[in-house]
C-alpha cells in the first residue's frame, strides 16, 4: 500500500507564498517521476511541475520563475515553494508520483495521486 500526502495547501493575498509538500509512505522500492497538477473550478487538471530522480524540473509556462519543485529523495518527499502567487493559481493542487513497489528486476513505476490540497489566491 502506498500513500502520498500533501500538505502545505491554504488562502493567501496575491503576491504572497505557499509550500506546498507532497510525502509518499508505504511498500516503496524507488520514486522515479514526482510532479504537480492542479484543477482549477471548470478547468481540465493541467501539470503545473515535474521532477525526475535526477532532480531535472519541468514548469508549465505559466508558473516559470515563480514555483520551483525540489525532492529529498532519502525522505521521498517532494515540494514545491510557490512565490508571487496570482489568482489564477487558485485551485486543488494534487501530486503525484511513479512508483515501483516491487523489487523484482524490471518491475514497472505505477502512477499514485494524493488526495488533493486547496490553494486560494484572493486578489
Known amino acids: 500500500q502506498v500513500q502520498l500526502v500533501e500538505s502545505g495547501g491554504g488562502l493567501v493575498q496575491a503576491g504572497g507564498s505557499l509550500r506546498l509538500s507532497c510525502a509518499a509512505s508505504?511498500?516503496?522500492?524507488?520514486?522515479?517521476?514526482m510532479g504537480w497538477y492542479r484543477q482549477a473550478p471548470g478547468k481540465q487538471r493541467e501539470l503545473v511541475a515535474a521532477?525526475?530522480?535526477?532532480?531535472?524540473?519541468n514548469y508549465a509556462d505559466s508558473v516559470k520563475g515563480r514555483f520551483t519543485m525540489s525532492r529529498d529523495n532519502a525522505k521521498n518527499t517532494m515540494y514545491l515553494q510557490m512565490n508571487s502567487l496570482k489568482p489564477e493559481d487558485t485551485g486543488v493542487y494534487y501530486c503525484?508520483?511513479?512508483?515501483?513497489?516491487?523489487?523484482?528486476?524490471?518491475?514497472?513505476?505505477?502512477?499514485?495521486w494524493g488526495q488533493g490540497t486547496q490553494v486560494t489566491v484572493s486578489s
Open positions: 503525484y508520483a511513479h512508483i515501483v513497489t516491487s523489487t523484482l528486476l524490471g518491475a514497472p513505476a505505477e502512477a499514485y
Open positions: 508505504g511498500s516503496i522500492f524507488s520514486i522515479n517521476a
Open positions: 521532477i525526475t530522480f535526477g532532480l531535472s524540473t
